[in-house]
């Protein structure tokens, strides 16, 4: 008799058309060696290619981020993966979403679908490998036992190199009718909002409780990406790597209510941040989240120090002041 194994969750939801990871962000940023310093710093493995730096994760094929250099700090584009057999449909029902279909952007090697969001926002839909996780990632503290040393000496800490991109949060006008267009366009489904300036959402293929969120501003802008880590403990770590490096600025540590992870928020020099993320909360491809409203109050945290007056400061939209950053 043949033994049944453990249950395997399906990979995809059948029938469902929606795009399935966040592939990457591209931004301009004013300093590209002070950028490489920054997210190497951070634990990342960045890349020169041409004139551009690419950001990975050690040990991890997948290419998170591209950056490019300009005068002021932008969000160039952002791009999400799609099965290669969803193509024909997506293509149909961007052109029944009266969606108006671009050219790549000069230079791109994509062959994917470009269009603008409600605030003009560059998104590319391209046939990629899922790199959103399909199950929840691990997490532990490490515990040990009676009569053994629990931490390393400080000179002996491993550097905290993030295991992969979680979500990008990113400025929008109105998060409502970014909502709609997520939603409508790329199948994203909602997780959680919070008094109509700041919302959540996730994959229906399996993802993390959010790839993308929105806050309320005056403009679009990027506020952070975020980057899962496997412990309490690496978060902490990872802060104190920054803080050795100059970079000390930022947020935490803490825990979030909408995704529930626990976070340290480091700031760029042009007023965007990284986060270190562990534990947030995880929707199976075969779970129907409830999306749910709930008050302001639970926007930001459960527990930790007040945020920086200026952490939900946009910055891109008052690019007169992204240099005012270096001196805090």
Same mark, same amino acid.
């Given at each position: 008799?043949?033994?049944?194994?453990?249950?395997?969750?399906?990979?995809?939801?059948?029938?469902?058309?929606?795009? #399935?990871? /966040?592939?990457?962000?591209?931004? @301009?940023?004013?300093? %590209?060696?002070?950028? +490489? *310093?920054?997210?190497?710093?951070?634990?990342?493995?960045?890349?020169?290619?041409?004139?551009?730096?690419?950001?990975?994760?050690?040990?991890?094929?997948?290419?998170?981020?591209?950056?490019?250099?300009?005068?002021?700090?932008?969000?160039?584009?952002?791009?999400?993966?799609?099965?290669?057999?969803?193509?024909?449909?997506?293509?149909?029902?961007?052109?029944?979403?009266?969606?108006?279909?671009?050219?790549?952007?000069?230079?791109?090697?994509?062959?994917?679908?470009?269009?603008?969001?409600?605030?003009?926002?560059?998104?590319?839909?391209?046939?990629?490998?899922?790199?959103?996780?399909?199950?929840?990632?691990?997490?532990?503290?490490?515990?040990?036992?009676?009569?053994?040393?629990?931490?390393?000496?400080?000179?002996?800490?491993?550097?905290?190199?993030?295991?992969?991109?979680? #979500?990008? /949060?990113?400025?929008?006008?109105? @998060?409502?009718?970014? %909502?709609?267009?997520? +939603? *409508?366009?790329?199948?994203?489904?909602?997780?959680?909002?919070?008094?109509?300036?700041?919302?959540?959402?996730?994959?229906?293929?399996?993802?993390?409780?959010?790839?993308?969120?929105?806050?309320?501003?005056?403009?679009?802008?990027?506020?952070?990406?975020?980057?899962?880590?496997?412990?309490?403990?690496?978060?902490?770590?990872?802060?104190?790597?920054?803080?050795?490096?100059?970079?000390?600025?930022?947020?935490?540590?803490?825990?979030?209510?909408?995704?529930?992870?626990?976070?340290?928020?480091?700031?760029?020099?042009?007023?965007?941040?990284?986060?270190?993320?562990?534990?947030?909360?995880?929707?199976?491809?075969?779970?129907?989240?409830?999306?749910?409203?709930?008050?302001?109050?639970?926007?930001?945290?459960?527990?930790?120090?007040?945020?920086?007056?200026?952490?939900?400061?946009?910055?891109?939209?008052?690019?007169?002041?992204?240099?005012?950053?270096?001196?805090?």
């Amino acid at each position: 008799m043949t033994q049944i194994g453990h249950y395997i969750a399906p990979s995809r939801r059948p029938d469902t058309l929606g795009v #399935h990871s /966040l592939d990457h962000f591209a931004l @301009v940023v004013p300093d %590209l060696k002070e950028a +490489q *310093r920054y997210y190497q710093s951070f634990g990342l493995d960045v890349r020169e290619r041409g004139d551009t730096l690419e950001l990975y994760t050690y040990g991890h094929p997948h290419r998170w981020g591209v950056l490019t250099e300009g005068p002021l700090k932008s969000l160039q584009h952002v791009s999400f993966g799609i099965f290669a057999d969803d193509v024909e449909r997506f293509q149909a029902h961007l052109q029944r979403c009266d969606v108006e279909r671009l050219d790549p952007p000069p230079g791109s090697e994509s062959n994917g679908f470009w269009f603008r969001d409600p605030d003009g926002t560059l998104v590319e839909l391209k046939v990629a490998e899922k790199s959103s996780p399909s199950s929840k990632s691990d997490t532990g503290l490490g515990e040990v036992g009676a009569n053994l040393r629990g931490a390393p000496m400080r000179g002996q800490a491993s550097a905290v190199r993030p295991r992969r991109m979680a #979500h990008v /949060l990113l400025f929008a006008r109105d @998060v409502p009718e970014m %909502l709609s267009f997520y +939603q *409508r366009v790329l199948g994203l489904k909602l997780s959680d909002e919070a008094g109509g300036v700041i919302a959540f959402l996730h994959g229906v293929h399996g993802s993390d409780h959010h790839m993308v969120a929105f806050a309320k501003s005056d403009g679009p802008g990027f506020h952070h990406c975020s980057w899962d880590v496997g412990q309490i403990n690496d978060i902490g770590v990872g802060a104190a790597q920054m803080a050795d490096k100059g970079f000390t600025a930022g947020w935490g540590l803490g825990r979030h209510v909408l995704g529930s992870n626990y976070f340290h928020y480091v700031r760029d020099p042009w007023g965007s941040y990284c986060e270190y993320s562990c534990d947030i909360d995880y929707v199976s491809v075969d779970h129907d989240w409830k999306g749910e409203s709930h008050d302001v109050e639970n926007s930001l945290y459960l527990w930790g120090p007040e945020p920086p007056a200026d952490f939900t400061h946009n910055y891109e939209a008052t690019p007169d002041t992204q240099l005012l950053t270096r001196r805090h």
